[in-house]
C-alpha cells in the first residue's frame, strides 16, 4: 500500500544541543567539512543512510542516542563551537566589504540550484554552476538575495531497464524535511504572492526560504491549498512538461520571483537590490515586474525600460539556438492582456522578445532575446561560447561587427571546497598549512611525489568501492530477490587508469563516441599491460528519445562479459555521486561538438582533484589547455559531414589513450611511482586550481558587471529618475533622426611613401548628422589588421573630435554651408603588417554601457 501523503517528524533537541538545529539549518554544512565531521559523529551508518543529510539524520537519530549525546560535554562543546564559528562567518565582513563602489544588494535569479544531494533542485551544470555561485558569493561576503522555484519532485531519478533504457520516477520530496523554512509574514501566517491569469484565475505561491551561509535562496511553491488543482501542479517538477506550463513557471520565476524580494524586504528590512542577475533566459520576465512598478510610480514604459536596464546582467549559457526558450506569441499575448502587469501594455512586452532581425521567426516570442533587451550587461560563459554568443545574437544590433557585439565573458568556476576530495584537503593542510587548496604551493616538496600519488590511488578506491555498491544496488533494482553476482563485485579495478565521463545526454555531448570502433575500445579496455577503465553517467531529457538511445547503447556495450568489469554505467548521476566520480577518476572525458559546450564544468571539478583532461578545444578547456595538463582531442571541422568527424575525432582519442596517456600513466619508478604522470598533476593542481575557482568567477562578475551596473542604477535612478527619463527621451530621438546621418566623404593624409611603425595618419571625416548634434554622436575611425576582401581583424577604434570653420578643434562642431559637419583625428601606427582603416558613426551617450547598445551605426562607404 503507498501513502497518500508523507512527511518528517524531527527529533526534538534538549536545549544542550539546540545547536545542531542551527547548523543542520543552513546549508554550508554541505561545504564545511568540520560540521560533516560533527554529523557523521552522532551515528556513521545513518549518516551514510542520510546521504550526508543533515536534518536527515536527525530525523532517523534514536531518543537514546540523542540523550548520550547531550551528556556529552565534549560533544556539546564541540557543537556550540561551530555555531559560533558560523554565526561569526555569516556576520563578519569579508573579502566584498573591501570593495569601493560595491551595489549593496544584489538579486540572482536562477530556474535551478544544485547545492546539496539533500535539495534535489537542480538538473545539470546549470543548477550546479548556480549552487557554486552561491556558495562563493557566500564566502566573499557578497550581499546576494537568490530567487528560484520549489519543486515537489526536483528532477526525476533514473534507473536502467534490463534492456538498457532509461527510466524516470518522479519521488515527491516533503519540504519540512528539508533545510527550509516558511517565510511568514507580521502575523505569522505563510507570506504569499499572487499572479492573475487569463479568464479571471489567480495563482498563489508560499515562499520558501534556504540558507546558504551568508546568502538566503527564496523558493516559490505553487502546491499550497488557495490553488486548484491544475496551478498546484506549476512547480511540479523541474523542466517537467512544455508549452503553457513552461511558460507559467517562468512567469512565476521571474514576475513572482521580484514579488517575493518585495515581500521579504518588508518583512527582514533588508535593502532592495540595486542588482538583478539573470542566470539564462527563464527568468526574464523578472524586467517587467520591475517595469510596472515604476510606471506605477509615475514612469512611462520607456523610461521605466532605461531604468531597468541600467541595473541588470544576463548570462547566456546556451551555445545554440535551438537550446533557447521559445513560446507561441498567441500565448504570451494571452497572458500578458491581463491584469497580470498593471500599467504594461502587451504590445510593449511583445517587442521585448520578438526575433525582428535577419532570420528571426515573428511568431515565436524569444526569452534569450527578451533578456538582453532588458539588461544593459550581458555575458557567455566562456571566452569561445563568448565568441559564439556574439555571433549568435549578432542580428540584435545589425551592422555592427561580431567584435562589437555588448556580450562580454566571464568564464564558469567551481566552488573549491565543495568539489574538492577531503582527502586532498587533509594533504594540503598537513604537508602544506592550509586547506585552500586554491593557495596551496602544490609545486613544494613539502609535498612528494609519494605523498599525492598516495592520496590519489585512496581516491581511486573510494570511487571503485562507491561505483560497486551503485552497481550492486542497480542489479538488485532490475532483480528484485535475486542473488547478486560474484563479477559485480570484482567489477573495476582500484589500480587501473580510470576515465570518467559524465554529462547529460544530449547529442552533442556525443556520449558514444567512444563506440565509434567497438573493437578498438574494446582492445584499449582489456589490455594485460596497460588496462584502462571507464566509468560514466549521465541523464536524457525524459522527452529526449535519441538521447536514451546513446544511453542504450552504451549500457549494452557494457553489458558483454568480457568488457563489464572495465566499463560501467552508473545510474542517477547527482551531487553524491559526483563528489567521489571527479576525485577517483585519472583522466577526465570530454568530447562534445565544437564549439557547442559553452563552458562544462565537470572537467573543473576533476581538475581541482588532481585528474587530467581529456577533451575537446571547446568551453573552459579551449582557454586553459597549455600541453602539460591533459590532452586536446583534435577538432575536425572541416570534415564532410557528421559521421566523418566522428570518424576523425573518435580515432584521435583512441590514439590519444593508446600511445600517450596509458605508457605515461603504467610509465613507474622503482617506488612503482608514474614521476612523469604526478608532475602533471602538480602542474594541474597549481596552475588550475585558482582559475577554475568559483571565488575568481564571482570576483569577476563583480568587477566587470555587478558593480557597473550598480553604478549605472544608481545614476540613472537618482533624482526621481531624472536621468533614466532624459535616456529614453534621447534614445527616442536618435531612433527617429538617425535615416538622416551619413558619412559624406574620408580623406587622409601625413605618411611618408612608405609608411612606417610609429607614423601618423591623420584622418579627416565629413558627416551629416541631420537633425542631430554632434553631442549625440561619436565618428570613429576603426582600424587595424586589413584581410582579403577588405575585411578588418583585430580592431581599434580612435574617435575623431569636431572641427570649427578655421580647422580649430571645438567641443561642438560647426555646420557648414551643406549641412555637414567635419571631425578630425590622427592614428599612430603601431605594428607592422597589412593595415586598413574606416569611419563609422554611432550614438554617443554618458548613459550606454557600449556603442552598440542601440543597434545604430553609419559606415563610409
Not at 552561491?134 to 515537489?152: E, I, M, N, Q, T
Not at 507570506?191 to 546558504?212: E, I, M
Not at 544593459?376 to 559564439?388: C, D, I, P, Y
Not at 571541422?637 to 590519444?656: I, M, P, S
Request: aromatic fraction near 8%; hydrophobic fraction near 40%.
Amino acid at each position: 500500500m503507498k501513502a497518500i501523503r508523507r512527511f518528517t517528524v524531527r527529533t526534538v533537541l534538549p536545549e544542550g544541543l539546540s545547536a545542531l538545529d542551527e547548523l543542520a539549518g543552513n546549508l554550508r554544512w554541505s561545504w564545511h567539512q568540520p560540521t560533516q565531521e560533527l554529523f557523521a559523529f552522532i551515528d556513521p551508518e545513518l549518516w551514510g543512510a542520510s546521504h550526508h543529510d543533515p536534518v536527515g539524520l536527525l530525523g532517523m537519530v534514536s531518543p537514546e542516542r540523542v540523550a548520550e549525546l547531550a551528556a556529552d560535554k565534549q560533544f556539546v562543546g564541540r557543537a556550540n563551537d561551530l555555531r559560533t564559528d558560523l554565526r561569526t562567518y555569516i556576520s563578519e565582513p569579508r573579502w566584498y566589504q573591501g570593495q569601493k563602489d560595491a551595489p549593496a544588494s544584489i538579486a540572482y535569479f536562477s530556474p535551478e540550484f544544485g547545492i546539496a544531494a539533500a535539495l534535489p533542485q537542480y538538473s545539470g551544470g546549470l543548477g550546479i554552476l548556480a549552487g557554486d555561485h552561491l556558495k562563493s558569493a557566500s564566502d566573499l561576503g557578497l550581499p546576494l538575495l537568490a530567487v528560484g522555484l520549489f519543486y515537489r519532485s526536483g528532477y526525476f531519478k533514473q534507473a536502467i531497464s534490463p534492456d538498457g533504457w532509461q527510466q524516470e520516477t518522479y519521488p515527491v520530496l516533503d519540504p519540512d524535511g528539508l533545510p527550509l523554512s516558511v517565510l511568514r509574514g507580521a502575523d505569522g501566517a505563510p507570506a504569499q504572492v499572487a499572479l492573475a491569469l487569463p479568464a479571471g484565475r489567480t495563482l498563489f505561491a508560499r515562499v520558501w526560504q534556504a540558507d546558504v551561509g551568508r546568502v538566503k535562496l527564496l523558493l516559490l511553491d505553487t502546491d499550497i491549498p488557495e490553488n486548484d488543482e491544475s496551478l498546484r501542479t506549476v512547480t511540479d517538477r523541474l523542466y517537467g512538461g512544455g508549452g503553457e506550463h513552461r511558460l507559467l513557471q517562468e512567469l512565476l520565476l521571474g514576475i513572482g520571483g521580484v514579488r517575493a524580494i518585495k515581500l521579504f524586504s518588508e518583512l527582514s528590512g533588508r535593502e532592495f537590490p540595486q542588482v538583478f542577475h539573470t542566470n539564462e533566459g527563464h527568468a526574464g520576465f523578472l524586467g517587467l515586474e520591475r517595469i510596472s512598478d515604476l510606471v506605477a510610480a509615475g514612469l512611462g514604459f520607456g523610461e521605466a525600460l532605461e531604468v531597468v536596464r541600467a541595473g541588470t546582467v544576463f548570462t547566456t549559457h546556451t551555445p545554440v539556438p535551438a537550446g533557447i526558450d521559445r513560446f507561441e506569441r498567441s500565448l504570451v499575448e494571452a497572458y500578458f492582456s491581463t491584469d497580470l502587469l498593471p500599467g504594461v501594455a502587451v504590445q510593449d512586452v511583445l517587442a521585448l522578445g520578438t526575433e525582428n532581425y535577419e532570420g528571426g521567426n515573428a511568431g515565436v516570442f524569444n526569452m534569450a532575446v527578451m533578456g538582453l533587451r532588458l539588461a544593459q550587461h550581458a555575458n557567455g560563459v566562456s571566452k569561445l561560447h563568448g565568441e559564439v554568443s556574439r555571433g549568435m545574437f549578432s542580428g540584435l544590433w545589425p551592422g555592427f561587427d561580431q567584435a562589437d557585439v555588448p556580450i562580454t565573458s566571464v568564464t564558469n568556476g567551481v566552488h573549491a571546497p565543495t568539489w574538492t576530495d577531503p582527502m586532498l584537503l587533509r594533504l594540503a593542510e598537513d604537508k602544506l598549512g592550509t586547506i585552500d587548496t586554491t593557495v596551496a604551493d602544490w609545486r613544494s616538496k613539502s609535498v612528494s611525489d609519494e605523498d599525492l600519488w598516495r592520496v590519489r590511488g585512496q581516491m581511486r578506491e573510494q570511487l571503485v568501492a562507491d561505483a560497486r555498491e551503485r552497481i550492486r544496488d542497480a542489479w538488485q533494482q532490475q532483480n528484485p530477490g535475486s542473488v547478486v553476482p560474484t563479477w559485480i563485485g570484482e567489477a573495476l579495478d582500484p589500480a587501473a587508469l580510470t576515465i570518467g565521463f559524465a554529462r547529460r545526454v544530449p547529442t552533442y555531448k556525443r556520449l558514444t563516441l567512444m563506440l565509434h570502433d567497438e573493437n578498438r575500445l574494446r582492445a584499449i579496455l582489456t589490455s594485460k599491460k596497460r588496462p584502462v577503465q571507464m566509468i560514466i553517467a549521465g541523464k536524457s531529457h525524459p522527452a529526449d528519445d535519441e538521447g536514451k538511445r546513446l544511453i542504450q547503447r552504451l549500457v549494452t556495450f557494457a553489458q558483454d562479459p568480457d568488457i563489464r568489469k572495465r566499463l560501467v554505467f552508473l545510474p542517477n548521476y547527482d551531487i553524491g555521486m559526483a563528489q567521489l566520480l571527479y576525485p577517483g577518476t585519472d583522466v577526465w572525458l570530454n568530447n562534445p561538438l565544437r564549439p557547442l559546450e559553452a563552458c562544462g564544468t565537470s572537467g573543473m571539478k576533476a581538475a581541482l582533484n588532481g585528474a587530467l583532461n581529456l577533451s575537446i578545444l571547446d568551453g573552459w578547456w579551449n582557454e586553459y589547455y597549455d600541453g602539460e595538463n591533459g590532452w586536446a582531442i583534435p577538432s575536425s571541422d572541416a570534415a564532410g559531414d557528421a559521421a566523418e568527424r566522428d570518424a576523425l575525432e573518435a580515432g584521435a582519442l583512441y590514439d590519444l589513450i593508446e600511445h600517450q596517456i596509458a605508457p605515461r600513466f603504467y610509465d613507474r619508478n622503482k617506488d612503482g611511482v608514474p614521476v612523469r604522470w604526478v608532475k602533471s598533476i602538480r602542474h594541474t593542481l597549481a596552475t588550475l586550481s585558482p582559475e577554475l575557482s568559483a571565488d575568481r568567477m564571482v570576483k569577476e562578475y563583480v568587477g566587470k558587471l555587478y558593480t557597473p551596473a550598480g553604478k549605472a542604477a544608481s545614476v540613472i535612478a537618482a533624482d526621481d529618475y531624472a536621468a533614466g527619463r532624459e535616456l529614453a527621451a534621447w534614445k527616442d530621438e536618435v531612433r527617429r533622426d538617425w535615416s538622416g546621418v551619413q558619412v559624406l566623404h574620408v580623406e587622409s593624409g601625413g605618411l611618408a611613401a612608405i609608411p612606417r611603425v610609429g607614423d601618423e595618419l591623420h584622418v579627416r571625416a565629413r558627416v551629416q548628422l541631420g537633425a542631430l548634434s554632434p553631442e549625440d554622436v561619436s565618428v570613429e575611425v576603426v582600424y587595424g589588421k586589413s584581410l582579403e576582401g577588405d575585411s578588418l581583424e583585430d580592431m581599434t577604434t580612435v574617435q575623431l573630435a569636431p572641427l570649427v570653420e578655421d580647422g580649430s578643434s571645438a567641443a561642438t562642431g560647426a555646420v557648414t554651408l551643406d549641412g555637414s559637419t567635419t571631425f578630425a583625428g590622427t592614428v599612430t601606427l603601431k605594428r607592422p603588417g597589412s593595415f586598413g582603416y574606416n569611419v563609422r558613426v554611432v550614438p554617443k551617450s554618458q548613459y550606454l554601457a557600449s556603442p552598440a547598445e542601440l543597434g545604430l551605426v553609419t559606415v563610409a562607404h
